[in-house]
C-alpha cells in the first residue's frame, strides 16, 4: 500500500474486513481484443488519454472485496518514527551468507539481517535499473508492530515478523510499485495537472502512470462505470489508482502465465499488461514462474499466491 504520514506504523497494504463500496464515475469506450495482445494494446495504451469521455449515471456500484482502513494521501516518511530494532535483528547465523552482487546502500543496514539484506538486493536488481536509485529509505520491522508493508515515492517500511520469504519478496515487490509509479514515473509541470492527484499533490498530464490509471478511473478512487472486479488482477487492486499499478506490477512479476492468459479475454486486463511491457519491462519480462492458475476467480492478494522463484 502507499505510505501514510506516519505518526505511527498504521495501514498495511493488505488489510481485510469489510470495505465501502468504490464510487463508479465515467467510461470511456474500449474496442475488442485482438490475437496479437501485447502489440495491439501497446498502441491503445498510447490513445488511451485522448479517447472521448461520456457522462454517464454516477450511481455507486459495490465491488465485493475485503475492506480497508480509509487511508489519507501518502508521501512523507518520518524516519525518526521508525525505531530501529537492531537487537531484535541479529543475524541467526555466526558466518554471515555472502551475496553474490553488492548490496545497494540503501538495504546495507545494520539492523536488517543479512539475509534480508541478500533476498531483497537480488529481487530489487529484478527492478526496472532508472528506478533503482528513487528508493532512498527502507526499513525492516521485526517486532509485532505495524503491518506487512506501507510505501511512498523513495520509502518503504515493512514487517518481518510471521512473514515467510516467498510472502516477504513479493510483498516488496507490491511496495515498491509505489516507489516506482510516484517516484520514478513523472511527468513535467509544463504539460500541465491532470485529472489524478496524490493527495494535494498534482500529477502532470505527461506522466506514464496515467496511461494505466485512464484504463479504470476517472480519478484516484473513482473507477470507470460498468468496471467489474475481473478487470482488476486482485480484489484489492480495486481499491484505488496506486495500488490497482502496484498490485499488477506484482502480478506481472509473479504470476505472467496468468495475466496473459486473463488478458486474452479481458480488454482491460490486455491494456494493463501492455503498458507495464511498455514502461516497466519493455518487450516483457519472466522473473518468477507463478502457480496461480485463472479459473474466473479473483483474488484477493497477489503477494499471498504461490510461485516458484527463479535467480
Not at 2 to 14: E, K, N, Y
Not at 35 to 60: L, V
Not at 100 to 110: D, E, G, H, N, R
Not at 152 to 179: C, P, T, W, Y
Request: hydrophobic letters at 35%; glycine letters at 6%.
Amino acid at each position: 500500500m502507499r505510505a501514510l504520514l506516519l505518526t505511527t506504523f498504521i495501514v498495511g497494504p493488505l488489510l481485510l474486513g469489510t470495505a465501502a463500496p468504490v464510487a463508479l464515475g465515467k467510461s470511456v469506450s474500449q474496442l475488442q481484443p485482438s490475437a496479437s495482445i501485447s502489440s495491439f494494446w501497446i498502441g491503445r495504451i498510447r490513445s488511451t488519454s485522448q479517447a472521448t469521455i461520456r457522462t454517464r449515471s454516477t450511481q455507486k456500484k459495490p465491488i465485493a472485496r475485503s475492506a480497508l482502513m480509509k487511508r489519507p494521501s501518502t508521501h512523507a516518511f518520518r524516519a525518526e518514527l521508525i525505531p530501529s530494532s537492531a537487537e531484535s535483528s541479529k543475524a541467526s547465523s555466526t558466518q554471515p551468507p555472502q551475496p553474490s552482487q553488492p548490496i545497494f546502500p540503501v538495504l546495507a543496514q545494520t539492523d536488517i539481517r543479512p539475509l534480508d539484506q541478500i533476498l531483497l538486493n537480488e529481487i530489487l536488481r529484478k527492478m526496472p535499473q532508472q528506478c533503482w536509485d528513487d528508493l532512498k529509505s527502507f526499513y525492516v520491522r521485526y517486532d509485532k508492530s505495524g503491518q506487512r508493508g506501507v510505501a511512498g515515492k523513495e520509502s518503504i517500511v515493512m514487517q518481518r515478523q510471521n512473514v515467510d520469504d516467498q510472502e516477504f519478496r513479493a510483498l516488496f515487490v507490491h511496495e515498491f510499485g509505489h516507489v516506482l509509479d510516484l517516484g520514478c514515473l513523472q511527468g513535467t509541470p509544463a504539460t500541465g495537472a491532470s485529472e489524478f492527484k496524490d493527495g494535494n499533490d498534482l500529477m502532470w498530464n505527461n506522466d506514464p502512470s496515467l496511461l494505466f490509471y485512464r484504463i479504470s478511473w476517472t480519478s484516484h478512487n473513482v473507477q470507470k462505470e460498468g468496471m467489474k472486479p475481473e478487470d482488476f488482477v486482485t480484489g484489492y487492486a480495486s481499491w484505488d489508482v496506486f495500488e490497482d499499478l502496484s498490485e499488477s506490477l506484482a502480478y506481472y512479476v509473479f504470476q505472467r502465465n496468468a495475466f496473459e492468459k486473463r488478458a486474452q479475454t479481458n480488454p482491460k486486463i490486455a491494456m494493463k499488461l501492455a503498458w507495464i511491457e511498455t514502461y516497466v519491462f519493455p518487450g516483457g519480462k519472466t522473473i518468477a514462474e507463478g502457480q496461480h492458475q485463472w479459473k474466473g476467480e479473483v483474488p484477493w492478494d497477489s503477494t499471498k499466491l504461490a510461485y516458484t522463484w527463479g535467480n
